[in-house]
């Protein structure tokens, strides 16, 4: 571990900038697995509405993240777009809080965090273009370190939010600790994050806007951003059907489910370092796809669970697939539009936009067709697909 600590803190820009993605994934974690909670028991939106305000909310947000990282490419400048967006999830997450209304969620998950969740691809493309003088394989450390402090969030955060308000007859508190969190990501950024000269960073030739969505949508970029989302949608499937199949076909309990979520999400910060270093020896195509095989591995014996000790035994293997499908992806993903930091690192945004939409799919077929069990094997089934196409495209030229 000690090994990688210097890649990872090599520069200022690197270390504020995990410091703020812990802040950002803090955000995140602490409303998150309340959010449905908030908006639909206590402030009484209907189901319809809440599911096409989240999936209208993922459209903004990379639309937003795509134009944001364009301009920054052009700018050749981060900073000043990560205080602005940083702003609107202060106000985003504070006007939920003091103003919980039905219209103050919906503005706010409408607008104002969909555009602070691009604070995700900014921070990112931000490193990318810190590290733009290191070998690919220190960069892919770096990115895993950065990776990891968000895993490290959803360790800590979830947890602690609800013990805080385990006493409280409303769960709205996770918003100000989320816009508390936004205030001290501003800090971070504004107090200590090197200026960056424009002039040097800015992209040799600007693109327009619609020349910029041009190229994220382009066949031979979006290919392989399916295959990444066919990957990543396995991880989806897997948020729905666990508690599901725990509580179900297992027969665990609702602490159980407590517990192996934090369980997993520990591993996925010690594997994420494990899967950087073996970036080092294997290429990134190489290493997505031993992680691949390995989350499938773990999706078919969920499957097949029939009692809790079944499910604590697959957390070595959710945890080791989980920490590579999280963080390869970001570096693979940035290399498809190496020259542009900002856009590259967009097709994140636009990778957990699809995977959710091909995980949303997954589910409703294979509920339709089978038990929730079945639903595991054909995530399982569509993650394998996105893999034979990711070697398809991308296996001679690695090997070569």
């Known amino acids: 571990m000690n090994r990688l600590l210097p890649a990872v803190f090599r520069a200022p820009s690197i270390r504020v900038s995990m410091l703020a993605i812990f802040a950002f994934g803090f955000a995140g974690a602490s409303t998150a697995p309340y959010q449905s909670i908030i908006g639909i028991r206590e402030l009484g939106l209907s189901n319809g509405l809440y599911s096409a305000l989240i999936f209208c909310a993922a459209g903004v947000n990379v639309i937003v993240s795509i134009l944001l990282g364009n301009l920054a490419d052009r700018l050749g400048e981060y900073r000043t777009m990560m205080l602005t967006v940083a702003v609107f999830g202060m106000i985003g997450y504070g006007a939920v809080y003091f103003v919980p209304t039905q219209i103050t969620f919906v503005i706010a998950a409408l607008i104002f965090l969909p555009v602070f969740w691009a604070l995700n691809s900014l921070l990112f493309g931000n490193v990318r273009a ?6 690919r394989n220190d960069v892919a450390t770096v990115n895993s370190g950065v ?11 979830p947890g602690l939010t609800a013990a805080l308000l385990a006493n409280s007859n409303t769960m709205l508190p996770a918003y100000l600790f989320a ?7 501003f800090a971070l950024i504004a107090g200590f994050l090197p200026r960056q000269r424009g002039t040097d960073n800015a992209a040799t030739h600007h693109l327009s806007y619609l020349a910029a969505l041009g190229e994220v949508v382009s066949p031979p970029v979006m ?3 399916v295959a990444v989302a066919l990957i ?3 991880l989806h499937v897997n948020g729905t059907i666990f508690p599901l199949i725990v509580t179900g076909a297992a027969h665990g309990t609702v602490a159980d489910v407590g517990v192996l979520i934090g369980i997993v999400a520990l591993l996925e910060v010690i594997f994420i370092f494990v899967w950087g270093r073996a970036q080092r020896m294997m290429s990134h195509v190489t290493t997505l796809a031993i992680g691949t095989v390995i989350y499938v591995v773990y999706l078919a014996l969920l499957g097949l669970a029939s009692a809790p000790w079944h499910v604590f035994a697959l957390t070595i293997f959710s945890g080791i697939g989980a920490a590579a499908l999280i963080s390869i992806p970001i570096t693979y993903l940035q290399d498809l539009i190496a020259e542009r930091p900002g856009l590259g690192s967009a097709l994140i945004s636009v990778n957990l936009f699809l995977s959710a939409g091909l995980s949303a799919l997954l589910f409703a077929l294979g509920t339709a067709t089978s038990s929730y069990s079945g639903t595991a094997l054909i995530a399982a089934a569509a993650g394998l697909v996105g893999l034979a196409m990711l070697l398809f495209f991308d296996g001679k030229r690695q090997r070569r």
């Open 223 to 225: 290919v392989r951003v």
């Open 130 to 135: 810190a590290t733009r003088d290191m070998e």
């Open 147 to 157: 990776r990891a402090m968000i895993s490290l969030a959803w360790v800590l955060v």
């Open 232 to 234: 990543s949608s396995m």
């Open 179 to 185: 816009a508390l969190a936004c205030v001290v990501c």
